[in-house]
């Protein structure tokens, strides 16, 4: 088990939070967050390549010239892919990359990634993640408490989504917002649940008190 401060809004200390060695003494496996991580970029890909090849293009594909008697190498169509106007060696077609990722795995690879920044120190958890109004200084201003302003990339989770807390960290190119995982995902969602590959690319976390009993609640069991 592992305590960790919680601070404000302000960056000031208000208390502490006990995280369960389920998670702060997670194994970081090598392995799980490699099949994570090429998992979610697999199922990102469309899939939509398409070319043509010497089949597909247009034009009747005559043979150049006759096959003997000119001294030249023997050529048997018009539209092989060295010709100008010709058709794409090993062409693309439309295919699906998605691949399966296992619960155990996911979950081995989230926890992982998770102790990973515990033990790191880029781990921040604040009471509270949301705002009145949705300006970018309420966003700058927290990450400046925490002082991780200036950090190449950011991941900030929320427990649930909301648009007006959402459109603070809109306009910072470091900073990413997701949300807590849930038992019962929806996919209307507008913002979705973090992966293990968000916190690995991320080098500080900012999350809510709130979301983090939401990680306890569905993945450390």
């Avoid at 302000?10 to 090598?30: C, L, Q, R, Y």
């Avoid at 913002?191 to 993945?219: G, N, T, Y």
Wanted: aromatic residues 4%; hydrophobic residues 35%; positive net charge.
């Amino acid at each position: 088990m592992a305590k960790l401060e919680v601070r404000s809004k302000d960056g000031k200390k208000v208390g502490s939070v006990d995280v369960p060695a389920a998670i702060a003494n997670a194994e970081v496996a090598p392995h799980a967050l490699h099949r994570a991580v090429v998992t979610e970029e697999a199922n990102s890909r469309q899939g939509t390549s398409a070319t043509k090849d010497r089949h597909d293009v247009r034009g009747g594909g005559r043979k150049p010239y006759r096959q003997k008697k000119t001294g030249r190498a023997r050529q048997g169509s018009i539209r092989a892919p060295h010709y100008t106007h010709g058709g794409m060696a090993h062409e693309l077609k439309p295919r699906d990359y998605s691949l399966k990722l296992n619960k155990k795995e996911r979950r081995s690879a989230i926890l992982g990634a998770i102790a990973s920044k515990i033990q790191a120190d880029a781990l921040h958890i604040v009471d509270t993640i949301a705002f009145a109004e949705s300006k970018t200084k309420n966003a700058t201003g927290l990450l400046s408490a925490l002082g991780v302003q200036n950090t190449r990339r950011i991941l900030i989770v929320l427990p649930q989504y909301d648009e007006t807390t959402y459109k603070c960290f809109r306009n910072l190119s470091n900073v990413v917002v997701r949300t807590a995982p849930t038992k019962k995902p929806s996919e209307e969602a507008k913002c979705a649940p973090f992966s293990a590959r968000d916190v690995l690319v991320a080098h500080a976390v900012v999350m809510a008190q709130e979301a983090l009993a939401k990680v306890e609640e569905v993945w450390s069991k």
